[in-house]
């Protein structure tokens, strides 16, 4: 069983970065298929970024391509997400996920990390 906690979220400018973290605890992280969502308030929770145990294919949804990067470091357990030429409409808690299959859906991951708070102030 994995569990999941996100850190490095903050306030930033418009036009800033941020790099956040979610370090995993269990034996199984390298094989679980790691995501990344945002919940933005008075929204349903949406889709950021996944990438595959071996780091090696990544997807992104539409509005952040070009702009945030996700990448994993299986040896330290640890999920990245570098966002950068952050946007107002960025603003929201960000929850890292572990889940078997690589999907966009909320229901493909099991396992959720806490969130944490990432607000774009223009």
């Known amino acids: 069983q994995v569990q999941l906690v996100e850190s490095g979220g903050g306030l930033v400018q418009a036009g800033g970065s941020l790099r956040l973290s979610c370090a995993a605890s269990?034996?199984?992280?390298?094989?679980?298929?790691m995501g990344w969502f945002r919940q933005a308030p008075g929204k349903e929770r949406e889709f950021v970024a996944m990438?595959?145990?071996?780091?090696?294919?990544?997807t992104y949804v539409d509005s952040v391509k070009g702009r945030f990067t996700i990448s994993r470091d299986n040896a330290k357990n640890t999920v990245y997400l570098q966002m950068n030429s952050l946007k107002p409409e960025d603003t929201a808690v960000y929850y890292c996920?572990?889940?078997?299959?690589?999907?966009?859906?909320?229901?493909?991951?099991?396992?959720w990390g806490q969130g944490t708070q990432v607000t774009v102030s223009s």
């Open positions: 990438i595959i145990g071996s780091g090696r294919t990544t």
């Open positions: 269990g034996r199984t992280f390298s094989f679980s298929v």
């Open positions: 996920a572990a889940g078997p299959r690589y999907a966009t859906t909320q229901a493909s991951y099991s396992t």
